[in-house]
């Protein structure tokens, strides 16, 4: 099995321990983090459980699914956590999905983990697509894939039931060739 670390300049990416189960706890277990994704707030004892299926999908192979500690390079804390699933009839290409503790919203941060992530899918693991789906009200998600270099493809309605009831998803994208020129 082959560890990820993936550095960036404020933010680096790495496997997910079980010692991160408070720090995601912190995260999962926001009502206001976890608005705009399919599930209400996380249990301490649901996080933990993600995790473990976490490293077990880490020891996979072929390995599909990265789900890893977002880590701020200067304080060395988990700050968020990303999600890079690849799809496995199109090992070619992979969605990803982030959280953020409310402490770094409105930083860039957002931005700058999706630039992280796309590097990560297109550099170390050559994927060709990748792409993301948000709430459609998520407007910061929107901004950091947009201002990241990925491209609006469209709506997909009633894509996602949640705790609220169904709610569409807004789909966004990058090629490795589009990205690479960038």
């Known amino acids: 099995m082959r ?14 321990t079980e010692a ?4 995601l706890h912190a995260i999962y277990g926001d009502a206001t983090v976890t608005q705009h994704m399919p599930f209400g707030p996380r249990t301490m ?3 933990a459980r993600l995790i473990d299926q976490a490293m077990e999908a880490a020891a996979a192979e072929p390995r599909r699914l990265y789900v890893l500690a977002v880590v701020d390079t200067e304080r060395r804390d988990v700050i968020g ?4 699933s690849i799809e496995a009839d199109r090992p070619h290409s992979a969605e990803i999905g982030f959280g953020l503790h409310p402490h770094q919203w409105g930083r860039g941060i957002g931005t700058d983990l999706v630039r992280l992530l796309l590097a990560f899918g297109f ?3 050559g994927l060709h697509r990748i792409w993301g789906a948000r709430s459609p009200s ?5 901004l ?3 201002t990241a270099g990925m491209v609006e493809e469209g709506r997909i309605r009633h894509h996602v039931h949640t705790p609220l009831g169904w709610r569409d998803s807004i789909v966004h994208s990058a090629l490795d060739d589009e ?3 960038r």
């Open 123 to 125: 550099k170390q693991l």
């Open 179 to 181: 990205w690479i020129e």
């Open 45 to 47: 004892r649901e996080v």
């Open 20 to 23: 991160d189960v408070a720090c």
């Open 144 to 146: 950091a894939m947009l």
């Open 3 to 16: 560890r990820v670390v993936c550095n960036g300049e404020r933010l680096c990416l790495r496997e997910v």
């Open 81 to 84: 956590v990303a999600r890079l």
């Open 138 to 142: 998520n407007l910061p998600a929107q």
